[in-house]
């Protein structure tokens, strides 16, 4: 069986701005500050050339350092760490931008993200006119947003006159956002998936098992696998080394339209993160 080892690279998609992004990257939610450097690393290691972090993930000085040990050249991995609610607004973005580049130890950042949109503190379009600052300085290749609703993105389009490159959202076989995938779509926005595998939760799913069974391979390849066919940016995240490397082995084979359907079908448009309407975590005061 080929491995992606073996073919290569993780194919790029195309941003809207024109930036290539690999559509298979890691994430690193969740991975503890003392775990993180050993982590990332083991992805570098197994190929991943896209690392997700967050200034709330509270892990984005070993995610920084172990990039930077690893010695590849710097554009040959994709960078992205997302803005807290708590920072939200022009000047806190620029402030709380300088405080993460500096935890990464980097000169520049591939992409940022706004984490959540915080409807009620009507900060975003603020927020993204300081990321256009910061792009048009070449600090940030590519700017996003994530966990952004149609409403939200429709706004952050009308008062900046920019479309965001990147949507970042909960999404998964459990959750498939066909309605936000159609907008993005129209709109040249690109969809990443984040708790791509339900966070482990879909993986015992009896569909999910069957298919699995029938192209031979785990049940998280298969749902990684439909992520890509399907045309999302997928985060897969674990700290286990045998799950980092079975994620990522995921370009020698692939699910029929039956098969993707299938998988599809198991959608129940339930969450397992936060309500972006409702979401202000930071902001409480
Ligand atoms: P995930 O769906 O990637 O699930 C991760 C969990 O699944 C692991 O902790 C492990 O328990 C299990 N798992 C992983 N690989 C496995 C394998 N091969 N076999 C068996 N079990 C396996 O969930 P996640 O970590 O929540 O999401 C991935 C990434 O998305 C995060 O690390 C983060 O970068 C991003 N994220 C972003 C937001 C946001 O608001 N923007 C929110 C949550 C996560």
């Given at each position: 069986m080929t491995t992606n080892r073996e073919t290569g690279v993780v194919p790029p998609i195309v941003l809207n701005d024109g930036s290539l992004m690999p559509q298979l990257g890691f994430g690193v939610f969740q991975v503890p500050a003392e775990e993180v450097v050993d982590t990332v690393t083991a992805a570098l290691r197994t190929g991943y050339r896209s690392i997700d972090t967050a200034a709330?993930?509270?892990n984005e000085e070993g995610t920084g350092r172990a990039i930077r040990q690893f010695g590849l050249p710097r554009d040959e991995v994709f960078v992205t760490t997302k803005l807290w609610n708590a920072d939200q607004g022009y000047d806190s973005t620029l402030r709380a931008f300088d405080a993460s580049l500096k935890r990464l130890g980097l000169?520049?950042?591939?992409l940022y993200l706004i984490?959540?949109?915080?409807p009620a503190a009507d900060r975003f379009a603020d927020t993204f006119r300081a990321f256009q600052r910061l792009a048009a300085d070449g600090l940030v290749r590519s700017i996003g947003v994530s966990n952004f609703r149609v409403p939200d993105l429709e706004r952050v389009i009308a008062e900046t006159g920019q479309t965001p490159s990147v949507n970042q959202i909960e999404l998964h076989p459990g959750l498939i956002q066909r309605e936000l995938r159609e907008y993005h779509a129209e709109h040249a926005i690109a969809t990443e998936a984040w708790s791509p595998l339900g966070q482990g939760t879909l993986l015992g799913d009896p569909v999910v098992t069957r298919i699995a069974g029938e192209v031979d391979r785990t049940p998280a390849q298969v749902i990684i696998r439909w992520h890509l066919q399907l045309g999302n940016v997928v985060i897969p995240k674990s700290v286990t080394p045998a799950r980092i490397e079975e994620n990522f082995d995921v370009f020698g084979f692939e699910l029929s339209a039956e098969q993707m359907a299938a998988v599809s079908g198991l959608d129940t448009g339930t969450r397992i993160g936060p309500d972006p309407e409702t979401f202000a975590a930071g902001l409480e005061n």
């Open positions: 709330a993930y509270q000169e520049y950042l591939d984490h959540w949109p915080v």
